[in-house]
């Protein structure tokens, strides 16, 4: 007789993958962010869209915004909320390497740290839009099936 797949379980074990790995995602782009704040501010002012002011206040912020948005999908609290601001947040970084590639700049990033200007031929726009857009769909499983196993919100609601 073969083994019955229990489908529930199956879908959890994605559902806990894809918050874990888009914790890890948020948390290591976050802190790598955080530990060097001017390379922040060279990434985010590279794409040339914000004025210096909102450009300054934007790179304080985000790494912040990342690690909290990373802690409490490691954690399971809030999972749908955290999913769809983690949905809003890569539409944008989308639209922005979209923008720069439409333009024509030759900047990295600024993923995982890092970030500004590079030499022509130097960058990975279709990569980077990919890789995000996987990303993207971690986010809308979590969006649709929020509850995963090892979470706060399964414990606090039972479910």
Known sequence: ?????????????I???ARL???????????????APAE????????RLLSSGVAETVAAVLPY???ALGLLLLI?????????????????????????????LSIDCGCFGGGGDVAAGQTNYAGEILRDVGFLALAAWLIVRPG????LDRRLTGR
Request: charged fraction near 15%; proline fraction near 1%; aromatic fraction near 6%.
């Open 148 to 151: 995963t196993p090892w979470s």
């Open 21 to 35: 790995g888009l914790a890890a995602v948020w948390l290591i782009s976050g802190f790598a962010k955080a530990s």
């Open 40 to 47: 922040t501010l060279v990434a985010v002012k590279a794409y």
């Open 65 to 67: 915004l990342e690690i």
């Open 76 to 104: 399971g609290l809030a999972t749908r909320l955290a999913a769809i601001l983690s949905a809003v947040v890569l539409v944008i970084f989308i639209a922005g390497v979209i923008s720069a590639a439409a333009r024509g």
């Open 1 to 13: 007789m073969g083994r019955t797949v229990d489908r529930g379980r199956v879908l959890d074990g």
């Open 15 to 17: 559902g806990l993958l």
